[in-house]
């Protein structure tokens, strides 16, 4: 169709309903462009769809149906929504069935114009997504998206659940503390009790048996004394006559203790002699190995030097002789002048001949000569240089033995600094467990410390709101408060509120607010004829006006006007051994002043209290009998109340008593001889006295924390203080192991030196041995040279004579023939010469038999010296061994005697020993029987005295457990308790000690245990149920983000091998389809091999027949459309798509590409249905369908299908 007729609007129609969500690429602004708008003849429409429906008989797509629709609506409104098979779905739905087919909306699957050249530019990371698609890993992808938020989420809430267990965990460590407090408080108070119950039943028991035991003492005292008497007398003397056989064996084993001592000095100055005698008795015998050796050498150059002289000498007779034969032939020639004259001429040739042969065995004969002397001298340079290297040997040798005694030297002070390293590291050790300790200690110093001082905070902010509570005067009306804060100086006789003059501790204090009532709001005055006096001058002032607008009452006491309470005594009343009655009130807190009054201070006995002006009583005179109001008070308001157990014991005599009397139980319920009776809370005027009670106590429990902080702090002090000294000494320690260790590594580096430089010098002594060795051998060599040298050279002296004994048969020839004298007298020279030549042969040989003589004269004296030496080092070795031999017999003879000097030592030791004992056993029963006369005498004394005790003791035990549990005094004592409530068994110690002890200890325990709150022992429950089930859930999620984690990794595996092979595959269609496309070239697909290749970049490279482009860029838009269609079709060799559109993609290419092409699409009809949009008729000609789009009617597309038939000649046009 024309351009701008709608073709492509196909194009965007497939990729919308795959789920496009860019409406810039679908070439609008809105989504709802897509909606028909509307034409001049057409009216707009609302909504917008399109289905695209695949053919799935063969299950390619995850869907059991034969048919799958998929299609895409949506609304003018905006909404939209994604159908697949007319059922409503999700685009992640329809994603997910289409992914791995190459049919999604970022594929292979939809080339739409300008995809081609973006293909090729894009970056490698995009290009990548395409081979993706291909490797059907784009599912993987999407799900491992989908891992990683869920990884997120439950990392999320991992960390929640974290900081939750954290929380909670933190209060329950809280609560359990507070829980632990009152399990600990009720068990102590549990096992207090039984404890106590167990304590008095042993004292019951015991003062039974004291009073059953005193009738029989003094008769037991009696038959005792008079033992003892005996005993006394016979230990006497024995004491005595043990003192003198003490006596006498003192001076003997003083002497034989110091013949002992120096017995013992002997064995130790013997056992030193006989160890320095075998150390140097080793030097010695290691100074005659050397000796001897040094003799053996000294013995084998000498043999060799008189082999050499033997030599030599044989040479010297040899030229001697040859001498005296020169000097025979020389006479015979001056003898032989006689000849004839016809034999001249040929003598005369024959003189020729014997001259020449004599010239050049002359000549020969010098060589010889100078090789003779050559010989020499390599001999003696030999012989020098085997006297070097045995000088350097030995010098060697030396240096090897000072190096070796180094090395032990230094061995020794490197073993003696290892000891003290082992030790320093042991002191190392320990200072580390004294350290932790400390540490331990400090921790718990600041534990206690913060513990104290978090008690003294929470007492002062106790005392402060106590004071601003009194101060305030909190708990009475508003018009009380006015009337003490404006009017107290001028109210005569006023003394405050009852709670301000009536002292009592915490046991007493509620009761007494009980027992005063409303009275305790009402202002105490002394005399109340002059508070009425005041009262009827001030009801007429403006002030009085204004306080009556004050909500409340104001009620006054006066002092004078209370009755006296009533004197009886309630145990005549109840009878003799009645138990339940406590007390009188008054009694009860004067009694406890006056305990509390002889101790520390009273608060409220202090001249001023700590907190407000000075209190009105203090401002009050006393009574006329000198009673102090507050006394007077006390006794008037609180002499009527008794105290008893409970209110029954009041019930049998309520009859009997006086009007106004009241009885009243711990439990706060009242019952009056009036007919009164009251059960239950306070009123409204209660706890005045309460609150300043508690606000004594609470200054008295600051004092005490006071003196434990500052006991913490001093404890602190001393642990930091010990801290610090240790982490001092390790501190000094560690500097002295390093120091050691430097030693160490320095003495070792010094021992390693020494080593090497021993090994340096046993290699140098090898070496100089081999050096000797071959010197030696070169010294031989040169002697056998100069042998054989001088053997030839007489040999040639031989001929050489031989000649000249020829040469002077001719001369005499030619004497004998008439030759002339002169001619004779030179043949005669020429034997001198050689004469003279045999001279200093001899002279020469001679010589060299001196310089060897010399040689062996020295090398004999060498051999004496060394002989010398081995027997005068032998001879101290025989010195040596006799002198060890000797000290060991003085050792022998040092131990016997110190052997012998102990039996005796031992013998007499004992003897005292046993002289000793026997004393002190003599002197034990002495004094026991003084003793045993002291005990009986006092006896009868005591025995009273502990009769009285026992039972007072009994009284006092009976007392105590009917003040403390209520225990009739008349009944039998209960059993102590086995175990708490709990069911943990409770110990009675046996010892008595041991249960006073515990009793006190576990009192001191309960006074520190301090508030208990036995709510925590719920809540640690619940908070243990709660953390037990908050760390199971912490447990699944950590174990579900493992999970998470491993399916990560399995999906990126997969994912790597999957697009790994994918990636290959195509590599190899590519190149073949580049070539067939392009008809040669080159393509191939280039991964980064330095990336991981889910995250790697994919680049193409394409060099079409006879080109070499630096860039793909550069390729001209046909080779571009022809590389990127060789590559996409690579891509649906690998994994085909189910269908393919291509947008105008031969848009570049000339007609020959066109045929390519279309040939090559061809091949990939029978697993892919391409969809093409084309202008070129050659692509129109190859298709099986054509379609065409027209535009009729202004903005409506208009499709027409043609089918082309292969029989028929013919178009057939058809209304699509």
């Not at 034409?39 to 917008?48: G, V």
């Not at 003997?252 to 075998?278: C, F, G, P, S």
């Not at 110990?987 to 508030?1011: A, F």
């Amino acid at each position: 169709g024309p351009n701008g007729s709608g073709k492509s609007n196909v194009v965007d129609a497939i990729k919308w309903v795959l789920g496009e969500q860019s409406v810039r690429n679908l070439r609008g602004k809105a989504s709802t462009d897509v909606i028909f708008a509307g034409s001049a003849a057409r009216k707009a429409l609302n909504a917008a769809e399109v289905s695209l429906i695949f053919d799935n008989t063969t299950r390619e797509l995850p869907v059991e149906s034969d048919e799958v629709r998929i299609m895409r609506r949506v609304y003018r409104s905006g909404e939209s929504e994604y159908l697949v098979n007319d059922g409503i779905s999700r685009l992640r739905d329809i994603r997910e069935i289409l992914s791995g087919t190459g049919a999604a909306t970022d594929s292979y699957s939809v080339i739409e114009q300008g995809r081609v050249d973006a293909l090729l530019v894009a970056s490698g990371k995009e290009r990548r997504a395409v081979f993706e698609e291909a490797a059907g890993i784009t599912k993987f992808r999407t799900r491992r998206a989908e891992a990683i938020r869920r990884l997120d989420r439950t990392e999320q809430n991992r960390q929640r659940l974290a900081d939750i267990v954290g929380e909670v965990a933190s209060r329950l460590d809280t609560v359990k503390k507070q829980a632990g407090r009152a399990r600990r408080w009720k068990r102590m108070t549990e096992r207090l009790q039984a404890l106590r119950f167990a304590a008095a039943s042993a004292d019951l028991v015991g003062v039974n048996t004291v009073l059953e035991e005193v009738s029989l003492s003094i008769k037991e005292a009696q038959q005792r004394s008079e033992a003892a008497r005996a005993e006394k007398i016979s230990a006497e003397m024995e004491i005595q006559s043990l003192e003198e056989q003490q006596k006498e064996i003192d001076p003997k084993l003083t002497a034989i203790q110091e013949d002992l001592a120096a017995d013992r000095e002997n064995v130790a100055a013997m056992e030193a002699r006989r160890e320095a005698l075998r150390v140097r008795c080793v030097d010695v015998e290691e100074e005659f190995a050397s000796a001897v050796s040094s003799v053996r050498t000294t013995e084998v150059q000498l043999q060799s030097t008189y082999q050499a002289i033997d030599v030599i000498q044989a040479d010297c007779s040899s030229a001697s002789a040859d001498l005296q034969h020169v000097e025979g032939e020389l006479r015979q020639q001056e003898k032989a002048i006689v000849g004839s004259r016809e034999d001249a001429q040929s003598a005369q040739r024959r003189l020729s001949e014997l001259r020449n042969t004599k010239e050049r065995q002359s000549l020969d004969h010098q060589k010889f000569e100078a090789v003779v002397i050559q010989r020499k001298g390599e001999a003696k340079a030999a012989l020098d240089a085997v006297e070097r290297s045995q000088n350097e040997l030995d010098k060697s040798w030396a240096l090897v033995h000072r190096l070796e005694e180094s090395a032990a030297s230094l061995e020794g002070t490197v073993d003696v600094l290892g000891q003290r390293r082992v030790e320093l590291q042991s002191r190392h050790d320990q200072l580390d467990v004294e350290q932790q300790s400390a540490t331990q200690k400090v921790e718990q110093a600041w534990q206690n410390l913060a513990e104290r001082q978090g008690r003294l905070e929470s007492l002062r902010d106790r005392q402060k709101l106590l004071e601003d509570l009194i101060t305030s005067h909190e708990g009475v009306s508003e018009a009380t408060r006015q009337v003490l804060d404006r009017f107290a100086d001028d109210i005569p006789g006023l003394c405050g509120l009852p709670a301000d003059l009536i002292v009592a501790n915490s046991q007493w204090a509620g009761l007494v607010d009980i027992a005063v009532g409303v009275l305790g709001q009402r202002l105490v005055v002394e005399r109340l004829s002059d508070m009425l006096d005041w009262y009827e001058r001030w009801q007429n002032s403006s002030s009085a006006q204004g306080l009556a607008s004050t909500s409340g009452r104001v009620g006054f006491l006066a002092v004078d006007k209370l009755p006296e309470p009533p004197s009886l005594n309630l145990l005549e009343i109840f009878g003799e051994g009645e138990t339940g009655v406590v007390g009188r009130l008054d009694d009860l807190v004067s009694d406890e002043f006056e305990e509390s009054s002889t101790g520390e201070e009273h608060p409220a006995r202090d001249s001023t209290y700590e907190y407000g002006p000075e209190p009105l009583h203090k401002k009050a005179a006393p009574q006329d009998d000198g009673t102090d109001i507050s006394d007077l008070l006390k006794r008037r308001l609180l002499g009527r109340v008794w105290i008893v157990e409970s209110i029954n014991v009041a019930r049998r005599v309520i009859e009997r008593m006086p009007p106004g009397l009241v009885f009243l139980d711990r439990a706060g319920s009242w019952l009056s001889s009036d007919g009164g009776f009251e059960a239950g809370a306070s009123g409204a005027g209660a706890g005045l006295v309460s609150r300043h009670s508690e606000l004594r106590t609470v200054k008295i429990d600051q004092q005490t924390v006071l003196v434990a902080v500052r006991d913490a702090k001093y404890e602190l002090q001393n642990c930091q203080k010990k801290l610090e000294d240790l982490r001092e000494e390790q501190k000094r320690l560690v500097a002295k192991q390093h120091e050691l260790a430097e030693s160490i590594a320095s003495s070792r580096g010094e021992q390693q030196r020494f080593q090497r430089e021993m090994l340096v010098a046993r290699s140098q002594v090898d070496k100089q041995q081999q050096s000797l060795h071959e010197a030696e051998s070169q010294a031989v060599e040169a002697a056998d040279a100069v042998r054989s040298a001088a053997s030839e050279s007489g040999k040639l002296s031989a001929e050489i004579s031989k000649t000249d004994k020829t040469l002077g048969e001719v001369e005499s020839n030619l004497e004998s023939l008439g030759q002339s004298h002169e001619q004779v007298l030179e043949r005669i020279e020429e034997f001198r010469d050689q004469l003279s030549i045999c001279r200093e042969r001899v002279a020469g040989l001679e010589a060299t038999i001196i310089a060897k003589q010399a040689d062996k004269t020295r090398q004999e004296a060498e051999l004496s010296a060394a002989v010398s030496k081995e027997k005068a080092v032998k001879e101290r070795v025989s010195r040596i061994e006799l002198d060890l031999l000797v000290a060991g017999d003085r050792y022998a003879e040092a131990c016997l005697l110190a052997e012998r000097s102990a039996r005796l030592v031992s013998t007499l030791v004992s003897q005292r020993m046993a002289i000793r004992s026997a004393e002190k056993k003599a002197t034990n029963i002495l004094d026991g029987a003084r003793e045993t006369l002291q005990d009986c005498s006092s006896i009868s004394h005591a025995a009273d005295l502990k009769k009285e005790t026992a039972m007072h003791q009994r009284t006092r035990v009976l007392e105590r457990l009917h003040d403390d549990y209520g225990i009739d005094p008349l009944a039998d004592l209960p059993r102590p308790a086995e175990a708490d409530s709990e069911g943990n068994a409770i110990e009675v110690p046996e010892d008595r000690e041991e249960l006073d002890g515990t009793i006190e200890e576990t009192r001191r325990k309960l006074g520190t245990v301090g508030s208990v709150n036995l709510e925590a022992l719920a809540e640690s429950e619940a908070l243990a149920e709660r953390l037990a089930g908050l760390e199971s859930q912490l447990v699944d999620v950590t174990d579900a983000k493992h999970s998470v984690e491993k399916l990560i990794d399995r999906i990126d595996e997969e994912s790597r091998r999957l697009l790994g092979e994918t990636i290959e595959k195509v590599r190899a269609e590519f190149s073949v389809l580049f070539e067939r496309l392009f008809g040669g070239g080159q393509a191939d697909i280039i991964l980064d091999p330095e990336i991981d290749l889910l995250e790697t970049t994919v680049e193409i490279m394409a060099r079409p027949p006879g080109k070499e482009p630096r860039n793909i860029s550069l390729l001209s838009g046909g080779e571009k459309t022809m590389t990127c269609v060789a590559l996409l079709l690579a891509i649906f060799q690998s994994r085909p798509s189910p269908f393919c559109v291509l947008d105008e993609v031969d848009a570049a290419l000339d007609e020959a590409n066109v045929d390519r092409f279309v040939g090559v699409l061809r091949d990939f009809l029978s697993s892919t249905q391409f969809i093409v949009v084309t202008h070129s008729k050659k692509t129109m000609a190859t298709a099986t369908t054509l379609y065409g789009v027209t535009m009729e009617e202004s903005g409506v597309s208009k499709r027409v299908a043609v089918q082309f038939e292969s029989n028929s000649s013919s178009l057939q046009p058809k209304a699509a």
